[in-house]
């Protein structure tokens, strides 16, 4: 089993920052891959960003390049979502999951990644 458990989400005006963090404990030595993910309200479920814990590689929902960074903290099992110029939009649910090599070689998928934290709620109002 492996544990996620999100943190640092919160209430911010348009153009603002926040820094989302997901530590990671239990038996993590099968966990490749990292992802975060988001829900809106009314929304369906939205990838955000993942990276490949070997290498570092990432990828990013066209909706948040260039404002949002995902990176890790390999020493601590902790994985960060630094997410900058927010919007409106941005408002949603957001979710840590973690998941094998495979979720890392396709498109941000869900359904590729088996464990989840409990979600941090980041609400951007103008």
């Known amino acids: 089993q492996v544990l996620l458990v999100e943190s640092g989400g919160g209430s911010v005006q348009a153009g603002g920052s926040l820094r989302l963090s997901c530590a990671a404990s239990g038996n993590t030595s099968n966990v490749n891959c990292m992802g975060w993910f988001r829900q809106a309200p009314g929304k369906e479920r939205e990838g955000v960003a993942r990276i490949y814990v070997s290498s570092g590689s990432l990828v990013y929902a066209d909706s948040v390049k260039g404002r949002f960074t995902i990176s890790q903290d390999n020493a601590k099992n902790t994985v960060y979502l630094q997410m900058n110029s927010l919007k409106v939009e941005d408002t949603a649910m957001y979710y840590c999951?973690?998941?094998?090599?495979?979720?890392?070689?396709?498109?941000?998928?869900?359904?590729?990644?088996?464990?989840w934290g409990q979600g941090t709620q980041v609400t951007v109002s103008s």
């Open positions: 999951a973690a998941g094998s090599a495979w979720a890392c070689m396709s498109p941000i998928q869900y359904a590729n990644f088996p464990d």
